[in-house]
Every structure is written in C-alpha cells, then in structure tokens.
C-alpha cells in the first residue's frame, strides 16, 4: 500500500524522475517485495523516535520499483498516464519513462497559434526527464536536467504544465510546482540515490 498522503508526491517523482529500462527483471514477487518494504517504511514512520536514535534504512531496488509500477500501481495514477519506468543511475541522479495522453492537456493550453507548442501535441506519446533528486532533513527538490517528448527536447515550461495537469488534487488544485522543495513522507530524512538502488533512510 502506498501512503495515501504522499500520492502528490509519487505523481510528482513518477514524472520527474520519467530512459527505458535495460535488462530490467519485472515480477510480481518484486512488486511484492516493493509493496511490503512501503509497508514497513509507513509502520517506522508512524513510530516515535529521538533525533538521537539510530538511523533506519531500508533498500529498493530499480527492479522491485518497476514491478510494482507494472503490476500494482496503476490504481494510483492519475488518468492519461500509463507505463512509468525509472532508471536509478546513481549519485542522485534518476532517468525514466512514462506515456502520456497530452491530447486533454493540449485542448485546454493550445492558444492556435503558429508557434505554439500546444498547438502541435496530442494522442499518446513517451515523455522522458533526466534530473537529481536532491534529499536532506526530510525535504526533498528535483532538479531538472533534460527532457524530451518523443524524442523533442522540450522547455521547463511545458513539462511543468505536464506536472501541474497530472499532480492535481483538492487540496492543490494547480497541481505541484517542480521547483519547490516538498516534504518527504513517513519521517523519511533522506533518500540515498545509488546505481540501480535507493536507500530510505528515516
């Protein structure tokens, strides 16, 4: 189960953190193992603890990560985005994948003019961003490197109306903003980026 509180949070990290997966091993035993490690983390956050207490760690691989995006997140994202996949490169920085129906976004931004980039999207397509998760004292910021719509590099911009399209809620009606720092669920203090894993620290 996924922490309900966090779901602006998972929208957020599903699309900035959108470089296919290479030689990945997805299976519902990962999925599993994913889905009862979120498990334990949400228990340990519930769970009183001094500054001075000894730092709990628990592992997730890329593979666990992308199971569960394929066999159990579904549920959880938002309508129009599809097939999220993450590569965990390592040292902060994360890559991946996701389809996205830009055809709902693009009606609503296209102003008709020549040179407008709303103007020119729609259907299903790959959305791909490259970026460093950034993670210290329970807060967390992403800072955004490349991104590309099939293949098009596209500007910060227009992956951030993606965001704010997607990262919607009732309580957060214009959706995230990329450029703020947000506060880490479950009394995570950090998140340790390495190659193919994270380490959540709380």
Do not use: C
């Not at 791909?128 to 800072?143: K, P, W």
């Not at 390495?194 to 709380?202: K, P, R, T």
């Amino acid at each position: 189960m996924v922490m309900p509180s966090s779901r602006s949070a998972l929208i957020l990290l599903v699309l900035i953190a959108l470089v296919p997966l290479q030689a990945a091993t997805l299976s519902q035993q990962n999925a599993a193992s994913f889905s009862k490690k979120v498990a334990l983390i949400q228990k340990q956050g519930e769970v009183s603890t001094k500054s001075t207490a000894a730092a709990r760690r628990t592992p997730l691989s890329e593979d666990e990560l992308n199971s569960w995006f394929t066999y159990q997140a579904q549920p959880l994202l938002p309508n129009g985005l599809t097939q999220p996949k993450i590569t965990i490169v390592g040292e902060g920085k994360v890559a991946g994948q996701a389809t996205v129906d830009l055809e709902a976004v693009a009606k609503k931004r296209a102003t008709g003019g020549t040179f407008d980039p709303w103007s020119l999207v729609g259907g299903r397509v790959p959305v791909n961003v490259i970026g460093i998760l950034h993670t210290r004292d329970g807060m967390a910021r992403f800072e955004l490197q490349s991104a590309d719509i099939a293949g098009v590099p596209v500007p910060k911009t227009l992956l951030q109306e993606l965001v704010s399209q997607y990262s919607k809620t009732p309580k957060h009606p214009e959706g995230v903003s990329m450029d703020d720092a947000f506060a880490l669920p479950s009394k995570i203090r950090q998140i340790e980026v390495g190659q193919g894993h994270a380490v959540i620290v709380q």
